[in-house]
């Protein structure tokens, strides 16, 4: 047993800061109490009397050793959940070392003079017995539980502190004992009205959300390893958990939540998106998917894999998965045999800007519903290559829609925040090819849906990836500047907004109009907390032991993003925190000689003219 050097008490966590004193002033009285006792029981069967000096000094010394070992073996932490089996062997451990100690100390003074030597023999178990006794009242007081010190808790584990609602709190206790414990529940912080001192499932209620950084510095320091904060809440806003993060890094504790199949991870920055998740309708989209032939372009991309993985659950007849990249194909289908997912899918290798390759894959798969999530959407490499931009997203694009308005029933095409009033190559490809796939598609077969996202949270490319290997790496966490914002989603929202935009019945617009799809996606969030509080989620200070810097703003990169023009008429729709934009769209007679110049210029590699048309077509590109 490992043990360390005396210290003086520190409070525990679920009582007051003077509670740790009084634990250890009652030790020590019943150390003196239970000596000084059985010495006199001792001699009241011996025919001479009681030698007085002899019991002082033998009540003395015990009682000093005692307040030297007793914090050895951190007995004044107060015992945090209750007394368990392992808190009676701590004390029994305690005193009798602190009996052992006495025997030779004596020897050494008055060569036990008059000392009786069964003292320790019957010393030890009483005074073991007393200390848990107190201890053991206290818990029945509050709590009713005498079975108490007849439980062994795994020390080995980590101690742990759950904030949340009573409801949430209950769901993960109950949830967390069906399997091997992770950690060792120590405490519960309310985030409601519950009271302190009261318990959920047997784990008491420490306080409201103001408690929660004296409680885990007293942990801290009564734990030989670093606790943690479970966060119990799905949703729990943006103010709760800053107030989590905040207390958690300043004792450099990590957060933690329930991931898939109740084992905790590290909370994920969606918990710092300020409102609900958005849900999809299942209704509607099994309708849409269920018994169709399903294709995804893009398919091994972050929002290409989310979408595929949800389509599989809606039980499509096939699922086709496309994309350009031999890697990610390959990554998306070994991700699915692992998921368990029903094997209807196949693998298609091969570019959106070949329209030979696209042609042979409609004429064999027969697609009903097409999902295009192929992009190419780094917003500086963009600007840097051009050409290659123009001939992914607005090329291909185009192929994918006139082949989907001939032969398919549905057609989602993915879009981005930063297609509005765009100052970048890549923003203004986008929004080309938004009016591009509705002008096409328009008097065709296929119902068309435009979606139009924030910045995805956890996304190939994106700056969540970035700041986390920043942050394994020791930082500095690098950001271009201080006042940059953005809309977040999170990939399973941004995959569903996708299916529930397609499998919304056709609006009641005149014709001529288009319609876009943009999730609601409430306030938007400042770069530079994101980063503060992801260091945060860590269990890390941020400009202490992370260090945060400013490299610049990038090329074409705003300070913040827009998710309408002026000019659209915004609707909420039937769905779920799905809004609907309508502006005037254009005919396909008249875009189509510009798209021929556009694409003419982007094959000849002519990145001047290429600009220059897509100026063309979106005046509202102005190049940052």
């Known amino acids: 047993m490992s043990h360390t050097a005396s210290a003086p008490p520190k409070p525990s966590a679920d009582s007051p800061p003077w509670a740790p004193w009084l634990i250890y002033v009652h030790d020590l009285m019943w150390a003196a109490v239970v000596t000084a006792g059985y010495i006199v029981v001792r001699y009241h069967f011996e025919p001479r009397p009681l030698p007085v000096d002899m019991l002082a000094r033998a009540t003395l010394s015990y009682v000093a050793i005692c307040a030297f070992v007793f914090p050895s073996f951190r007995l004044h932490r107060g015992i945090w959940r209750y007394t368990a089996l392992n808190d009676v062997v701590r004390a029994f451990q305690a005193v009798a070392i602190a009996s052992l100690i006495q025997l030779p100390l004596l020897f050494l003074i008055d060569r036990l003079a008059d000392f009786p030597r069964t003292t320790p023999l019957f010393v030890i178990p009483i005074l073991t017995a007393c200390m848990v006794f107190g201890r053991l009242l206290r818990q029945a007081l509050t709590h009713g539980d005498w079975a108490a010190a007849f439980r062994l808790e795994d020390r080995s584990l980590p101690a742990a502190v759950v904030v949340g609602t009573t409801p949430s709190v209950s769901d993960y206790l109950r949830t967390s004992r069906r399997r091997d414990r992770q950690v060792r529940v120590a405490g519960i912080i309310a985030l409601d009205e519950t009271r302190a001192g009261r318990t959920i499932q047997g784990v008491e209620v420490m306080g409201g959300l103001s408690r929660l950084g004296p409680v885990l510095k007293s942990l801290s320091a009564a734990e030989d390893r670093s606790p943690q904060v479970i966060l119990a809440e799905r949703r729990p806003g943006r103010d709760t958990v800053e107030a989590v993060l905040a207390a958690a890094s300043e004792v450099g504790v990590q957060v933690v939540s329930q ?45 290409g894999g989310e979408l595929s993985r949800q389509i599989l659950a809606l039980g499509p007849e096939r699922l086709v998965l496309f994309d350009a990249s ?40 027969r697609p009903e519903v097409v999902l295009h999530a192929a992009a190419l959407k780094h917003v500086p490499l963009m600007e840097a290559n051009p050409c290659e931009t123009v ?51 328009r008097g065709g077969r296929a119902k068309v849906a435009v979606v139009r996202f924030g910045n995805v949270l956890g996304s190939t490319g994106s700056v969540v990836p970035l700041f986390e290997r920043q942050i394994a790496a020791g930082g500095p966490i690098t950001l271009t500047h201080p006042d940059v914002v953005r809309f977040f989603m999170t990939i399973r929202e941004a995959a569903s907004l996708v299916i529930q935009a397609a499998a919304l019945p056709p ?41 945060i810097v400013h490299t610049g703003l990038r090329p074409g990169e705003k300070l913040f993003e827009e998710i309408f023009y002026d000019a659209e ?28 110049a556009l694409r003419a210029a982007a094959e000849s590699r002519d990145e001047v003219e290429t600009i220059r048309q897509l100026g063309e077509l979106e005046p509202a590109f102005k190049r940052a």
């Open 569 to 596: 008429t915004v609707r909420p729709t039937g769905a779920d925190g799905v809004l609907a934009a309508f502006d005037t769209l254009p005919l396909w007679a008249d875009l189509e000689p510009k798209i021929t």
């Open 326 to 365: 031999e890697f990610n194909l390959y990554a998306i289908d070994q991700q699915l045999k692992e998921d368990g997912a029903p094997p209807v899918w196949v693998c298609a290798l091969g570019d959106v800007r070949d329209e030979r390759r696209l042609e042979v894959l409609f004429e064999q798969e």
């Open 391 to 441: 001939l992914t997203n607005v090329v291909g694009a185009a192929n994918v829609a006139r082949l989907a308005a001939a032969h398919s029933d549905a057609l989602v095409f993915i879009s981005t925040d930063k297609a509005v009033n765009p100052t970048n190559v890549m923003g203004a490809t986008k929004r080309v090819a938004e009016r591009v796939v509705q002008a096409i598609a």
């Open 259 to 303: 991931g898939a199949g109740g084992l905790l991870r590290p909370a994920r920055p969606s918990a710092l998106l300020d409102r609900r998740a958005r849900s999809l309708n299942l209704g509607l989209a099994r309708m849409l998917v269920a018994g169709k032939r399903v294709l995804v372009t893009g398919a091994g991309g972050t929002i």
């Open 507 to 547: 609006p009641d617009t005149h014709p001529g109009s288009s319609q876009i799809y943009v999730l609601d996606m409430g306030e938007p969030v400042k770069i530079a907390d994101l980063a503060s509080q992801m260091i945060r989620l860590h269990g890390l200070r941020p400009g202490i032991d992370i260090e």
